[in-house]
């Protein structure tokens, strides 16, 4: 599960930091992306088990984001923390999905994760606005299988 470089670039990859730090500015929730070729796991199950070990529980407002993407198998998964599920509506990811979608296939890879971090930020923004003592509480580079 190597060689998620070849479809990241050094410069794609820092655009992707630089959307989650976007994002981050409009909202109190962490926003992390994990990319890797493939999994054995249900891409859901996996992306739990990526979340987990990426310590996502770890945030004060339990409103934590993780943006799954398996490359090889043309899958992602948007999971929210608790924190979310409680207050917002069902489907509330629906909109970063299509986002991410939309740009997926037309073959734009990192556009299409740029879009929905920056997608994610804009809805998250409505629950957990940003404040003036915002931590950052998880980091905000891409983590790659
Ligand atoms: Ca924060
Ligand atoms: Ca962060």
């Known amino acids: 599960m190597s060689n998620v470089e070849d ?14 730090r ?3 500015r409009n909202t109190s929730g962490e926003i992390r992306v994990h990319i890797e070729r493939t999994t054995s796991l249900s891409h859901y199950n996996r992306t739990l088990e990526v979340f987990r070990m990426l310590k996502m529980f ?26 979310i599920d409680a207050v917002v509506p069902e489907n509330f990811w629906e909109s970063t999905k299509n986002t991410i979608q939309q740009q997926f296939k037309q073959g734009n890879f990192k556009q ?6 920056l997608k994610a930020g804009k809805e ?5 606005p940003w404040t003036t ?6 980091p905000n ?5």
């Open 112 to 117: 299409g994760i740029v879009a929905g971090v």
């Open 133 to 138: 003592n915002d931590v950052d509480e998880l």
């Open 124 to 128: 998250l923004q409505a629950h957990f």
């Open 7 to 20: 479809f990241l670039s050094i410069e794609e990859e820092q655009e992707i930091v630089q959307a989650i």
């Open 141 to 145: 580079e891409v983590s790659k299988g």
């Open 58 to 83: 770890n945030t004060k407002e339990q409103n934590a984001v993780l943006i799954y993407v398996a490359v090889d198998d043309h899958k992602f998964v948007i999971y929210g923390d608790k924190g």
């Open 22 to 24: 976007q994002a981050e």
